[in-house]
């Protein structure tokens, strides 16, 4: 037991591991002092972190999109005000109007959701 005294035990698995492993081959427990995991961590964490400004990018990206909604919907409500006669022209316009919208709630939507898809990613490899 003693000549294994720069060995050590994986308190997970109980199994002994060359001493120039830092990590358990079988669960890959790290063995490293609390300081050295640390500094790595915030290493990595440094990624969210760094991209930070997507978040920020994020957020423009809705306002623009209720910027562009209310500019649809006080077009279509000045075009029904301006044709008040109705008829054709104020339902193909209300249509138009109503597929912008969608498509650009859409791709806000979409790269809205790949953004948190992005952090959510880094998350989970620092975990
Ligand atoms: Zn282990």
Do not use: H
Request: proline content about 2%.
């Amino acid at each position: 037991m003693n000549q294994n005294k720069d060995w050590w035990e994986c308190p997970k698995c109980k199994i002994s591991i060359e001493p120039q492993f830092d990590t358990c081959w079988k669960c890959s427990f790290d063995n490293r002092p609390e300081d050295e995991k640390k500094r790595d961590e915030i290493k990595e964490s440094g990624l969210s972190a760094k991209y930070q400004s997507l978040r920020l990018f994020q957020t423009f990206i809705w306002f623009l999109f209720f910027i562009s909604a209310a500019t649809i919907l006080f077009s279509l409500l000045g075009a029904i005000a301006k044709f008040s006669m109705g008829g054709d022209i104020i339902f193909i316009i209300s249509v138009l109007a109503i597929v912008i919208l969608m498509i650009t709630y859409y791709g806000t939507k979409m790269s809205s959701k790949m953004i948190d898809f992005l952090f959510d990613l880094d998350e989970k490899n620092n975990k």
